[in-house]
């Protein structure tokens, strides 16, 4: 009896089980921080246009530019991730979100920075995020026990709907600390430094 109340507890989730999985811990960290890194993006994005332009047109524009290779490459990024390691496409994701979003902070930082250089980002970086979320959702059944499936993936998702509010409130501090460009730069470096400790989480 006492060896089927074993096997039943082995099979159960178990949450403290999932924790201890130096894998997910990894994962879970990583993401958590390169979500709330995508928000800071979406934040400091429309400011800087603003801020060069103050055209709500151009914001739109932007944001459009960022959403439009999301959607036209979700479907190629998914199967890239199913013929390589969906590892290896998170790791290479986040590296090209990493080069980015350096360069774009260095570039508002030096104040030489243009329109057609934000929309150039924002496509950039739409693009790398079409591989990124595929390969994130295919990661956690390859490093969770089945048992802790539903646990895992409730645990990313929940994360995921966290940064949404997190993330912004976040950014908008940032920008209040920072007044005018100086708070873009702000966002931008700390979304870069975001993107190295997930990288490094790998």
């Known amino acids: 009896m006492s060896s089927l109340a074993s096997s039943e507890a082995q099979t159960r ?28 993006e979406l934040i400091a994005l429309p400011w800087l246009v603003v801020t060069l332009t103050g055209s709500p047109v151009a914001v739109g524009a932007v944001l459009a530019a960022a959403a439009l290779p999301r959607a036209v490459l979700m479907l190629v990024g998914g199967a890239v991730t199913d013929r390589y390691s969906p590892r290896a496409v998170m790791l290479a994701s986040n590296l090209a979100r990493l080069v980015l979003t350096a360069l774009f902070a260095a570039v508002v930082i030096s104040g030489r920075v243009e329109l ?22 295919a990661i956690v059944p390859r490093i969770v026990r089945s048992d802790d499936l539903s646990l895992g993936n409730t645990a990313v998702q929940g994360t995921a709907q966290a940064s949404l509010f997190i993330g912004p409130a976040l950014a908008g501090a940032v920008i209040a600390l920072f007044a005018g460009g100086s708070g873009t730069s702000a966002i931008l470096t700390t979304e870069a430094s975001g993107s190295s400790f997930s990288c490094a989480s790998r």
Request: aromatic share 22%; proline share 4%; charged share 15%.
């Open 13 to 40: 989730p178990s949450f403290s089980r999932l924790i201890g999985s130096r894998d997910f811990r990894l994962l879970w960290g990583g993401e958590a921080v390169s979500l709330i890194g995508d928000q800071f």
């Open 116 to 137: 057609w250089m934000v929309y150039a980002f924002a496509l950039s970086f739409g693009i790398a995020d079409a591989f990124f979320f595929p390969a994130q959702t």
